[in-house]
């Protein structure tokens, strides 16, 4: 196989309340996105930046959101399995996520700056599709939990939420008088080549880019 190859995960994505035990899985309107543009594209938010619409939306950054898609598992030749390395490139989870692939967690985060990158060679079927699913927790519940958690804390907050100076999240998230809602502010990709670790497939992919 080539020396490295990249495919991003940018279809088929579907997302719900991950606590509505009704809910149903939905098309994602585009990719990468967001839980506000997902839920206008399918009509069941207005716009929040008309109007006073937003005074209709607090609800949508407390509480915790699931997307789920499947992605085919690359053809590898049965003499380079032992060689090839699969890392999964996240670069912008945002910002509580706990990610699973075909049922199993491989990756938790607690910021949005953070890339990660997850060796996966273990966890791919070797043919058919596999399954990932993310599900994104609330960043404002987690900001008001770290504030309780410290009450002696001086946190120097002089406008808006204390609990945003809590997390690893933009501050700008916090707009108006809502919490933009967790995101992909890039796209999720599949890194596939002949190295020992993710370190060597990081090279391959810098230096291909």
């Known amino acids: 196989m080539a020396k490295f190859s990249t495919t991003p995960i940018n279809q088929g994505w579907t997302f719900k309340q991950a606590d509505k035990k009704d809910a149903e899985f939905l098309p994602v309107a585009q990719f990468p996105t967001n839980v506000h543009l997902d839920l206008i594209a399918n009509g069941i938010i207005a716009d929040p930046f008309i109007g006073k619409n937003e005074n209709d939306v607090q ?7 699931v997307y789920k898609t499947k992605f085919a598992s690359p053809s590898v030749q049965e003499s380079d399995r032992a060689v090839v390395k699969a890392v999964l490139n996240f670069e912008g989870l945002d910002t509580y996520a ?3 692939l075909n049922g199993k967690e491989i990756l938790k985060t607690e910021s949005m700056f953070t890339p990660e990158r997850v060796d996966v060679t273990t966890s791919l079927k070797k043919e058919g599709d596999n399954e990932l699913e993310i599900t994104f927790d609330s960043a404002y519940l987690k900001g008001c939990q770290i504030v309780g958690q410290h009450p002696n804390h001086h946190w120097g907050c002089w406008n808006g939420d204390t609990g945003r100076l809590a997390v ?3 501050q700008y998230h916090w707009v108006g008088q ?4 967790p995101r992909f502010n890039t796209d999720v990709r599949l890194g596939m080549g002949l190295g020992t670790n993710s370190d060597d497939l990081r090279t391959l992919e810098t230096n291909q880019s």
Request: hydrophobic content about 55%.
């Open 168 to 170: 690893r999240k933009a």
């Open 59 to 65: 609800w949508i950054g407390e509480v915790s959101w």
């Open 178 to 181: 809502f919490l933009t809602p």
């Open 98 to 100: 706990t990610v699973l």
